[in-house]
């Protein structure tokens, strides 16, 4: 299979090599901070191949001064995140159902769809959102505990989906979902999802 990475070699390992091309990837956490960071991870992560993200927001957006500090740390050339990273912010359902269907029709290598069911939304956004890897690999970062936001519905139209929960500055990844591998855990740290080394290994890593 053909994969892209997401940069953390943890969780490139956990999902079989990365996340899978032309298919619908969704992350989901309680915390809103795993999944910030996350979020602006992955597109440093992505932005080689070219990225758009459909962005649903209230007030917030997007943070430029920490995608700047992290792509520092990561070494990423800015002119690069400039020239293949573009965003599309949705207020309302309306909205957003409106992007998903202006992007099926561009030709981009990697759709990113951050909080999907802010405003709402059922099994028409979850199977538009779906549609789009006919021609492009799609992540979705939602919000959930249990199960991601949109239901269980939502949750049969996804590829891989992976949990996220934090435990203080470790965070707890489960592979739930997988068309070809069985469920199973890692741990990352919030420090990785910030481009930074995330600390001693074990020993026993090294033998």
């Known amino acids: 299979m053909d994969h892209l990475s997401t940069g953390i070699p943890d969780l490139d390992e956990l999902l079989g090599g990365g996340v899978e091309r032309n298919s619908f990837t969704e992350f989901y956490s309680s915390s809103f901070n795993v999944l910030r960071l996350l979020y602006h991870r992955l597109i440093l992560s992505l932005v ?8 649903v927001q209230e007030f917030s957006g997007l943070d430029p ?3 700047r500090s992290i792509a520092k740390r990561l070494g990423v050339d ?3 995140v400039e020239k293949n990273f573009r965003i599309a912010r949705g207020f309302k359902v309306e909205d957003v159902m ?7 029709h561009l030709s981009v290598p990697v759709v990113l769809i951050f909080d999907p069911f802010l405003h709402g939304g059922g099994p028409d956004l979850s199977w538009k959102i779906r549609d ?3 021609g492009t690999t799609v992540v979705s970062i939602n919000r959930g505990s249990t199960h991601p936001r949109g239901g269980r519905y939502h949750s049969h139209t996804v590829h891989a989906l992976i949990r996220m929960s934090p435990l203080g500055e470790i965070v707890r990844v489960e592979l739930v979902k997988h068309p070809s591998l069985p469920s199973s855990t890692t741990y990352i740290t919030m420090r990785e999802l910030m481009g930074e080394w995330g600390g001693q290994r074990p020993l026993l890593e090294w033998l």
């Open 132 to 134: 789009l890897i006919k």
């Open 48 to 55: 080689g191949s070219g990225v758009i993200s459909v962005h």
């Open 65 to 67: 001064y920490l995608l």
């Open 98 to 104: 409106a992007l998903v269907d202006t992007v099926a």
């Open 78 to 80: 800015w002119n690069l």
